[in-house]
């Protein structure tokens, strides 16, 4: 009896580790607000979260969460998604002239909330966002977007040290592969309650204005890049400096025991000077350079577009920023950012341009 209860529990946790598995990688899709809401609701509930805490942190109700569980439960993923009539193509131009005026009279626009609008009120889902770009453009709301640009920037320093670090990994190819040598991307960021307040459709000649409590409440994250699983590992810590550096160092030696790490990062004068130096002094001892057990190799100064971490960041805020109207508090905020980085998979073309032959 006893060896059947812990089967009946062991098959009941392998399912639910599946249907996790299962809304993580909707989560991590192109999907819409209302549908994103139900995804985090369910999952939350799933790993053990209180309906209370759930509603608090998202701004929805215990029987919104109690519901969405048990469709999720019923039908799975496809329980979740928006149900698509398809009985309507397009608007009139009654409605269409409906919507426009809808449009001006807000004073925040967001895509999401448009198609949630036209699908609601008037039965009418396009294919194409295009669609509802033009809705926008009719309603004279244009998308704005700055750049920046650092003028000190070497394109030369950039493709130097790439050679550089590529003949590297090419030297440490064997323990590499051999799971002896674990390299990783290394950045920190400082995570502000301002970061929300991104880019948003407006009116071209209005300035768009987002209320935020405390712009310069903040909290510092550190983040590592796994080169070969591209797993990124994340901790939040008070500040950035030698002390967390060091913090976060140990914290990935205890994640991977017994292995050589090789450390690609910025020049900031903690990674370079001070506690850190000294830390990487006593590691290191008086082994030769390709036994250290801990090895730093710096990025050329003056452009951090090279370290793939800083992709992931901006991944980040650019989630936190598409839906800002769930970002009631800066609690949440590091909640959702948290939530979005901490232990995922991250793969795209800037980490494939360090390699080895």
């Keep these: 009896m006893t060896i059947k209860i812990m089967n009946d529990l062991q098959q009941a946790e392998k399912e639910r580790n599946k249907e996790i598995a299962e809304l993580e990688i909707l989560i991590e899709s192109n999907l819409s607000a209302r549908e994103l809401k139900r995804a985090i609701a369910v999952r939350m509930a799933l790993t053990g979260k209180i309906y209370r805490e759930i509603s608090q942190i998202l701004g929805v109700s215990e029987f919104f969460v109690g519901h969405w569980k048990k469709v999720f439960k019923v039908k799975g993923i496809a329980g979740l998604k928006l149900g698509y009539k398809g009985s309507k193509g397009y608007l009139s131009i009654q409605e269409k002239t409906e919507v426009i005026e809808w449009l001006k009279n807000k004073k925040y626009w967001d895509l999401d909330e448009l198609v949630t609008y036209v699908d609601q009120e008037f039965g009418v889902i396009y294919k194409s966002k295009q669609s509802y ?20 920037f070497n394109e030369e320093q950039v493709k130097k040290k790439r050679e550089e670090i590529n003949e590297m990994l090419s030297k440490q190819k064997a323990g ?25 459709w407006g009116q071209s000649n209005l300035r768009i204005e987002v209320p935020i409590t405390n712009e310069k409440e903040r909290q510092t994250y550190f983040g590592a890049l796994n ?88 991944q980040a805020k650019n989630f936190l920023r598409k839906y800002w109207y769930l970002c009631r508090s800066f609690k949440i905020i590091k909640f959702l950012f948290e939530f979005f980085t901490k232990e995922h998979k991250f793969d795209f073309p800037k980490i494939h341009q360090y390699t080895y032959i």
Aim: aromatic share 16%; charged share 25%.
């Design 227 to 314: 080169y070969q699983s591209k797993r990124f590992h994340v901790k939040s810590y008070p500040s950035g400096d030698g002390k967390s550096t060091i913090e976060f160092i140990k914290y990935l030696q205890n994640q991977y025991k017994n292995k050589r790490i090789i450390l690609i990062w910025d020049g900031a004068s903690y990674h370079r000077f001070g506690e850190f130096r000294e830390f990487l002094s006593e590691i290191n001892g008086d082994k030769e350079p390709d036994d250290f057990l801990i090895t730093c190799i710096l990025f050329a100064p003056n452009a951090p577009q090279q370290n793939p971490v800083e992709d992931i960041w901006l």
């Design 176 to 200: 590499i592969e051999s799971g002896e040598v674990i390299v990783f991307f290394l950045d920190e960021c400082h995570l502000l309650h301002g970061d929300v307040n991104g880019y948003v």
């Design 133 to 152: 770009y033009k809705l926008f453009d009719q309603a004279n709301i244009s998308w704005k977007k700055s750049q920046k640009v650092n003028p000190k």
